[in-house]
C-alpha cells in the first residue's frame, strides 16, 4: 500500500516556473515507478512523465525540454519541476505509483488527490 500526497501547486505568469513535489508512505517507494498526469476540466488525464526506480525518465512530447521529474528515494518524494509554463499547462497534476514506467493512466494502481496548478497569460 503506498500513499500520495502532492504539493507545490499554484498560480504563476506564463513563463514563469514551479516544482511539485509528491510525499510517499511505506517503506517500499524505492522499488516503484513514478509518474506524473494532469488533467484539465473537460479533457482527459494526460501524462506528464515517468521515472522507474532506477530513474530512467520518459516524458510526454508537450513537456519535454521544459519540466523535469526526479526523485530521492531516502525522502520517499518525487518532483515536477516545470519551467517556461504555459497557459495550456493550467490543470490538476497527480503523482502516481506503478510497478513499471508506463504512459497510460490505467497502469498506476496508487494516486494522489492532485494539485492544482494555474498559469495565468
Known amino acids: 500500500q503506498v500513499q500520495l500526497e502532492e504539493s507545490g501547486g499554484g498560480l504563476v505568469q506564463a513563463g514563469g516556473s514551479l516544482r511539485l513535489s509528491c510525499a510517499a508512505s511505506?517503506?517500499?517507494?524505492?522499488?516503484?515507478?513514478m509518474g506524473w498526469f494532469r488533467q484539465a476540466p473537460g479533457k482527459e488525464r494526460e501524462f506528464i512523465a515517468a521515472i522507474s526506480w532506477r530513474g530512467n525518465t520518459d516524458y510526454a512530447d508537450s513537456v519535454k525540454g521544459r519540466f523535469t521529474i526526479s526523485r530521492d528515494n531516502a525522502k520517499n518524494t518525487v518532483y515536477l519541476q516545470m519551467n517556461t509554463l504555459k497557459p495550456e499547462d493550467t490543470a490538476v497534476y497527480y503523482c502516481a505509483a506503478s510497478r513499471d514506467i508506463y504512459s497510460t493512466a490505467v497502469d498506476y494502481r496508487y494516486w494522489g488527490q492532485g494539485t492544482q496548478v494555474t498559469v495565468s497569460s
Open positions: 511505506g517503506r517500499t517507494f524505492s522499488s516503484y515507478a
